[in-house]
């Protein structure tokens, strides 16, 4: 296959939806470990990934966000890591077949190193087990996503350059303060995350989680007037959760979220998916828009792929 830094030189490309939510719409209840049901719910798991084939996905993750060995071992399954990572890869490759892209989904081990926590040695070790697990069960790249922490996110990029041959995709949650600027729970802004988590390795860069499609196009114009020329990928919520009647829901329906699409490949987006809230109905309606939009306009009319 090729590269995702190739393809997204051609086109477009769109990733899929929300996991973690649409696990919980098919019974997962809290408390329970999302990654196990690789293997007790494995049918219920491949039906999620088929789901975001059939949508139209360029890409689908995996179903391992939460499976480092330190946010498994609440379950008392930290001696399952690596298998339930490589179970995660297997049932999305199955979905995916031969011509769709795998991303190996990897996210923050909940552990601050400047807390004292844990140590650099160990979260590596979390790290290489959970990148070398999907990569054993077949994912094309790692996607670690969620992070907040450029240090956590330096070490998990290189345990996962330096143990598998995967291209690596790193993006970070920001919110929106109240003078209007984005940034991490760390307080790291857009801006700050370039030029580490390149040096750093990754491939891809990006932004998920956190904030529907309006607020992620001043996120990705950060990011971009800091490199004209990384691929970014956007996994955007379907907006902000709203709790109604102790239900959390999601405001953004697929339609809004699929107008706004061609404002964030303006904004210099070249991946394109949804985070929680968002459904298969979303992702085939940005499908829709991005194939529309592209076929009447033109991709070097979208966004001026650097020459030099
Ligand atoms: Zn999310």
Known sequence: MKLLKELVKEKILISDGAWGTFLQEKGLKSGECPEQWNKTHRNDVLEIAQSYIDAGADMIETNSFGGSSFKLDHYGLKEECFELNKLAAEISREAAGPDKIVLGSIGPTGKFLMMGDVTEEELYESFKLQATGLSEGGADAICIETFYAIDEAEIAIRAS????????????????????????????????????????????????????????????????????????????????????????????????????????????????????????????????????TLSQVGISRMFSIPSC
């Open 161 to 292: 350059k330096e143990n598998t041959d995967l291209e690596v995709i790193a993006t970070f949650t920001f919110e929106k303060a109240p003078d209007g600027k984005f940034h991490t729970m760390m307080g790291v802004a857009p801006g700050d995350i370039v030029e580490p988590l390149i040096s750093a390795g990754a491939d891809i860069i990006g932004t998920n989680c956190g904030n529907g499609f309006e607020n992620m196009i001043g996120i990705i114009e950060e990011i971009r007037s800091n490199n004209a020329t990384i691929p970014i990928l956007v996994h955007a919520n379907a907006g902000l959760p709203l709790v109604e009647d102790g239900e959390t829901k999601f405001p953004d329906t697929p339609e809004f979220m699929a107008e706004l699409a061609p404002k964030l490949i303006n904004a210099g987006a070249n991946i394109i998916g949804g985070c929680c809230g968002t459904t298969p109905a979303h992702i085939k309606a940005i499908k829709a828009t991005v194939t529309r």
